[in-house]
Nanobody, 118 residues
């Protein structure tokens, strides 16, 4: 099963975007699926993750602004991003792994670019 990220774009500060992570097959057996991001010149970091039971984990920098959700039937994990800031600019990727992102289980895909700028 491969995971692919969609939905990035250019948005003004304070705006919103919704990213979709779509799987080529069933995701019900995956414990946790997470959204990660990598800004230019920085290390990749976990943004948010969700388990099959619905437990979630968020980076401190996005708490209260981003919401992750999961629909196993649609093979999709969504990331609703509100009140976007310029520092949210990055390539956003999704992967399956542990809830806190210390381990990922699949090769990284291309991701989707999010640019927050006026």
């Amino acid at each position: 099963v491969q995971l692919q990220a969609f939905g990035g774009g250019l948005v003004q500060p304070g705006g919103f975007l919704r990213l979709s992570c779509v799987a080529s097959g069933s995701i019900s057996r995956f414990d946790a699926i997470g959204w990660y991001r990598q800004a230019s010149g920085k290390n990749r970091e976990l943004v948010a993750s969700i388990t099959s039971a619905g437990s979630t984990n968020y980076a401190d920098s996005v708490k209260g602004r981003f919401t992750i959700s999961r629909d196993n039937a649609k093979r999709t994990v969504l990331l609703q991003m509100n009140s976007l800031k310029p520092e949210d600019t990055a390539v956003y990727l999704c992967n399956t792994g542990t809830l806190h992102g210390t381990i990922v289980y699949k090769p990284w895909g291309q991701g989707t670019q999010v640019t927050v700028s006026s």
